[in-house]
C-alpha cells in the first residue's frame, strides 16, 4: 500500500519532522511543501525574513529531490489540491500556530501527528500544569520540573553547582571602555544559487506590487539548511558559549550580538532540535569547555522559556490574543511601523530599531527593555505590538511572539505570566549598555530639554496605572516614589505633549 503523502510546513525542515521512529511519517511517504504567495500578502513582513523562510524551504526541497512535490500558489488550499488533489489525504505534524491548525482541522482526510520540535509534550505540559493550583503557572517550578524529566545539569537529584537559577551571575554590565566583548564572532552562511533566486522573487513581486516589506535583506545572517544549523551550533558552543553568561543581558552599540547564539532562527524553522543543542552545552560544561553560568543560561533560554512559551500559547487559549489588561489603545506611530531609525532622537531606540531594520534581530534585552518598553510606557495597543513583533523578526511565529509581547512585554494579561511590568527608567540602559553616552538625553532627566523619554515615560506609567501598581508588591515601593516627584505635573504634561512625535 502506497504510503500517504506528508505535508512539512515552512517551520518543519528538519530530519526528525519526518523520522518515523519518533511518530514521523512512513519512511517512503511523498512529501508536499507549498509555498502560499498569500502568507506574503496578508502582513508587511521584515524581507529579510521573508528571504530566510523561502530559501530555507527551496533548500530542503533540493535535498529532499524527487521524493518532495514543491508547489507555488496563491494559498495553501490551492497548493494542497495542486499537489494530492482535492481529497487532501495527507499527514502533518501539528502545526505551530492556531490558524493553521484550525485549517488543516478542515480538511477531510487530514491526519495531524504529534508536535516536534519541543521537549516537552502537549500531554506532559497538561499533566505538570494540572498539578498547579490557582491562574499562574511560572516558569521556574516548570524549567526544574524539565531539567528533572530530561537530566539536564543534574549532579544526582541536586542540580550542578547546587543552585537552580544563576541569573544572578548573568546580569552584569557591559566591560567598560570597550566596543564590543572581543569574542569571536558569530558563524555566517554563504549565500548561493538558491538564496539568489529567491531574492530575485521577491525584487520581482515588490517592483509589480504584489507584496510589501520593511527592513533591509542581505546578506543572509541565519542558517538555511540543517548544516548550516549545524555549524553555527558547534561554532556558538566552541567560540562563543563560554562568554555568554555574565553579559547575557548587557547591550553594546557596535556589538549587538554580543556572546548569544543566533540559534533562535534555526531552532523555530525546525532545522535544529532543542535537545540536541542543551545537551551538547551540558556536555561542554562537562568537559570543563566552558563555566555553568554560561551554559545554565543558555539551558534556561531553551529547555525553560521557549518550552514555557510553546505551551503557555496553547494553554491559553485564543482568547489570550485579545488581553488587554491596562486598556492600552494607541495605534504604532508610523515612525516603529517603518522601522524608521534615523527619526528617533533618543539613541538606545535609534541604534536598537536600526538593528531590527538591517537584520531583523536583536537579542532578548533590547527587545524587552528598549522597544517593549517604549510601546508599554506610550500605551501602545498590545495586539499591534505583538503583530509588529511578529513580522519584522525573522525567529517571530505566533507561538513565539503571543505569550511572550502579550504577557512578558506588555503585562496585558494582567499577570498571568509575569509578577510585573517590564519597564525601567533610562538608568537601567545606562547601567546595562553604552547607549546613553552619545544621546541627546540624560537618564537621570526626567524634565527639561534633555529629559530621557524612558526616565519619563517610567513615571508616566506608574502615574497612570497607579492603584494597579500599587497593590503589587513587586511594584508598590516605585509607585510610592511618585509622591517625591515635585516635578510630577510638568513630566506629566510633557509627555502629554510628545504624542507620536519620535522620542
Known sequence: MTPRPHWLFGDQLGPHFLDPRHGGPDAQAPVVMIEARAVLRRRRFHRAKAHLVLSAMRHRAAELGDRVTYVRAETYAEGLEQAVGRTSRVTVCHPTSRRALDFVGTLEGVEILPAKGFMVG??????????????????????????????????????????????HDNREPPPRGQDTLGVRGPWQPSEDAIDDEVRNDLDRWEHDGDVSFVGRDGPRRFPATRREALSALRHFVTHRLPDFGRYEDAMLAADPVMS????????????????????????????????????????????????????????FGEEYRQRNALRHTAPLPDWFLGLDADAVTANCLS???????????????????????????????????????????????????????VGMSQYADGG??????????????????????????????????????????YWAFLHRHRARLAANHRTARAVKGLDRLKDLPELLDATARRGDTPP
Open 260 to 315: 548569544h547564539s543566533l540559534l533562535s532562527a534555526p531552532l523555530n524553522l525546525g532545522l535544529l532540535d532543542p535537545a540536541e543543542c542543551v545537551e551538547r552545552a551540558v556536555r561542554a560544561y562537562r568537559a570543563g569547555d566552558a563555566p555553568l553560568n554560561s551554559v545554565e543560561g543558555f539551558v534556561r533560554q531553551i529547555a525553560g522559556w521557549r518550552e514555557y512559551v510553546w505551551h503557555l500559547y496553547w494553554h
Open 122 to 167: 502537549h500531554d506532559d505540559f497538561a499533566e505538570w500544569a494540572g498539578r498547579h493550583t490557582g491562574p499562574r503557572l511560572r516558569l521556574e517550578s516548570f524549567y526544574r520540573w524539565v531539567r528533572e524529566r530530561h537530566d539536564l545539569l543534574m549532579d544526582g537529584e541536586d542540580p550542578a553547582g547546587g543552585r537552580w537559577n544563576l541569573d
Open 416 to 457: 498571568l505570566m509575569t509578577t510585573k511590568p517590564y519597564t525601567s527608567g533610562g538608568a537601567y540602559i545606562h547601567r546595562m549598555s553604552d547607549l546613553c553616552g552619545p544621546c541627546a538625553h540624560r537618564p537621570s532627566d526626567r524634565t527639561g530639554d534633555r529629559a530621557c523619554p524612558y526616565t519619563a515615560g
Open 351 to 405: 541604534t536598537v530599531l536600526a538593528q531590527v531594520r538591517d537584520t531583523g534581530w536583536t537579542h532578548h534585552i533590547p527587545r524587552l527593555m528598549v522597544l517593549g518598553s517604549r510601546a508599554l510606557q506610550d500605551g501602545w495597543d498590545p495586539a499591534a505590538v505583538t503583530d509588529w513583533f511578529h513580522r519584522c523578526f525573522v525567529d517571530g511565529y505566533d507561538w513565539v511572539m503571543l505569550p511572550n509581547v
